[in-house]
């Protein structure tokens, strides 16, 4: 079939607008940080289910210690701090604005991947920089009368956006060095098959690190009863499985398989689609305006992550 990796790209773009609506929506009725305690054992538990049916083992096999360390800090770096980040700025400035910001973490990984992994960045890449960031400065600031710029979101809420856009570039870097260590690990006989789950493994382990830090952030909070709330709340706990349905589940499935059918780059763009896919369907189910030049700022800032890719 023509154009499969692109069609499949556009799907886990859906997806993903799916889950930051599913996540917004779960954010109204319980605290951020429970939230992601509560969907990080839900992922471990989809995870075990599938590496269990693959490889008739709920766990990662064949990770060495550094496979472990590095995944490790990815799912620290990436979801305790990305994911708190993100889930936080959707209770400010809702999930259309959190995942704008999304968009900052190719230029942050980017930059990782020249720290971590000696990459180099071309011309093209810190222009497509520039045009991401002014895309997100044309969606979020205003000129009030005077003729002054100002942000028309709460500082606090930006603050959580690029954090989260920080910590998906940094923790997608994290997650390639630990991959290729875990690579490095496979013995010659593993199963064919390992190649097509590692990456579900890999995201078991940062899923196993992330419950393990929220776990922690609650305690050191003293807030477990806001768990069990949660748990309690029926409504809230259907909407925080589809948001990991649709999130780390559906969602990492489609984009490895997207790949393998399109060039990476192609299928990159494609999925990044989520903050302009979100504007109308959050505007009817919010009930909230969206301006033009809102809707220019989220197209720019694709741009700029399509220019990536040239």
């Known amino acids: ?5 692109e069609i499949i790209s556009l799907v886990v773009a859906v997806s993903w607008t799916a889950t930051a609506l599913f ?27 599938t590496l269990w049916v693959v490889l008739g083992s709920p766990y990662p096999v064949y990770a060495d ?8 800090m990815s799912g620290l770096v990436g979801y305790v701090f990305g994911d708190f ?21 190719p230029p942050v990984a980017g930059i990782a991947g020249m720290l971590f992994l000696g990459e180099s960045l ?16 044309l969606s979020i ?35 390639k060095v630990g991959m290729n260590y875990y690579t490095a690990a496979l013995p010659t006989d593993a199963p064919a098959a390992m190649e097509t789950i590692m990456p579900f493994a890999s ?36 909407l925080i499985l589809m948001a990991t349905i649709f999130g780390p589940f559906v969602g990492v499935s489609l984009s490895l398989m997207a790949v393998n059918y399109t060039k990476a780059g ?32 989220a197209v720019v800032s694709i741009v700029g992550v399509a220019m990536f890719f040239l």
């Open 23 to 49: 996540t917004d929506a779960a954010g109204k009725r319980v605290r951020p940080i429970p939230l992601n305690l509560i969907r990080m054992l839900m992922s471990i538990t989809l995870l075990a289910l």
């Open 203 to 238: 995201t078991f382990i940062r899923a196993v690190a992330g419950t393990v830090g929220f776990a922690a952030l609650v305690a050191l909070r003293r807030g477990f009863s806001a768990v069990g709330t949660g748990l309690r709340d029926g409504k809230a706990m259907k």
């Open 141 to 175: 600031l205003n000129r009030g009368r005077n003729g002054r710029l100002s942000f028309k979101l709460p500082f606090k809420g930006i603050l959580f956006g690029i954090g989260a856009g920080v910590g998906q570039g940094l923790g997608l870097v994290l997650s």
């Open 85 to 105: 980040c993100l889930f936080s700025a959707y209770a400010v400035i809702g999930s259309r604005f959190g995942q704008l910001f999304m968009t900052l973490a």
């Open 1 to 5: 079939m023509a154009y499969t990796g």
């Open 266 to 297: 192609i299928a990159s763009t494609l999925m990044a689609l989520t903050p302009v896919l979100i504007i109308w369907p959050y505007s009817i189910i919010f009930r909230q305006k969206v301006t033009f030049r809102e809707v220019i700022g």
């Open 122 to 137: 071309s011309l093209m890449s810190w222009l497509a920089m520039l045009v991401t960031v002014s895309g997100i400065g």
């Open 65 to 72: 210690g550094k496979t472990w360390f590095w995944l490790a």
